[in-house]
């Protein structure tokens, strides 16, 4: 597990309409782009961030953005500071989902996953973040069989609404929506 004090600096990206972390910096792409290294700058102090989450956020790059915005990450995390990150599995096999997440989004231009570029899988979502530096501990995902795999996770440490425990869609046993759930972690 990774230890994580009260007074610790976390940062949410792309918080949205809701505060699920509320002891934690709340950010949209507005005013932190993942991609705009200048505006991590203005803001922080590179290796002093501890935490950082990003729910739903990473589809919305390219896989070689992915990787800038990784780096740009691993640079403001402090040695031993983590990125938990959850997208979209590509992995998970349910059709509807799936025509829901896939790039472009499922047809009106307003839909938030008009502007996915990228489904991701256990895969290549830990090809991104081990090419920025990145230690990767996959906590929820399917691999490329469908089977669903999961590992206790620490909600005080970011939390995950779109998750198997939180998901009000996630009833009775059945898998309704998932995500792809990865900590991230600088080493020391």
Same mark, same amino acid.
């Not at 640079?75 to 983590?82: D, I, R």
């Not at 959850?86 to 799936?98: L, N, S, T």
């Not at 231009?109 to 830990?126: E, R």
């Given at each position: 597990?990774?230890?994580?004090p009260k #007074?610790?600096?976390r940062?949410v990206?792309?918080?949205?309409?809701?505060?699920n972390?509320?002891?934690?910096?709340?950010?949209?792409?507005?005013?932190? #782009?993942?991609?705009?290294? #200048?505006?991590?700058?203005?803001?922080?102090?590179?290796?002093?961030?501890?935490?950082?989450?990003?729910?739903?956020?990473?589809?919305?790059?390219?896989?070689?953005?992915?990787?800038?915005a990784?780096?740009?990450?691993?640079?403001?995390?402090?040695?031993?500071?983590?990125?938990?990150?959850?997208?979209?599995?590509?992995?998970?096999?349910?059709?509807?989902?799936?025509?829901?997440?896939?790039?472009g989004g499922?047809?009106?231009?307003?839909?938030?996953?008009?502007?996915?570029?990228?489904?991701?899988?256990?895969?290549?979502?830990?090809?991104?973040?081990?090419?920025?530096?990145?230690?990767?501990?996959?906590?929820?995902?399917?691999?490329?069989?469908?089977?669903?795999?999961?590992?206790?996770?620490?909600?005080?440490?970011g939390?995950?609404?779109?998750?198997?425990?939180? #998901?009000?869609?996630?009833?009775?046993?059945k898998?309704?929506?998932?995500?792809?759930?990865?900590?991230?972690?600088?080493?020391l």
């Amino acid at each position: 597990m990774i230890d994580t004090p009260k #007074d610790a600096l976390r940062v949410v990206i792309g918080s949205g309409e809701y505060n699920n972390n509320p002891e934690w910096i709340q950010t949209q792409e507005s005013e932190l #782009d993942l991609l705009k290294r #200048d505006e991590w700058v203005n803001r922080f102090l590179p290796n002093t961030i501890s935490a950082i989450l990003a729910e739903h956020v990473w589809e919305h790059l390219t896989y070689h953005e992915g990787i800038e915005a990784a780096k740009i990450c691993f640079e403001f995390l402090e040695p031993g500071g983590y990125v938990r990150c959850a997208v979209p599995d590509g992995f998970f096999q349910d059709e509807d989902y799936q025509k829901g997440v896939q790039v472009g989004g499922p047809g009106p231009a307003d839909h938030p996953a008009a502007s996915h570029q990228i489904v991701l899988n256990y895969k290549t979502i830990t090809s991104i973040f081990e090419s920025a530096g990145f230690e990767v501990n996959l906590l929820e995902y399917c691999d490329e069989y469908g089977a669903f795999h999961y590992k206790e996770w620490d909600e005080i440490m970011g939390f995950i609404y779109r998750s198997k425990r939180f #998901d009000q869609r996630n009833q009775n046993g059945k898998l309704g929506f998932v995500s792809l759930i990865i900590d991230a972690k600088k080493p020391l």
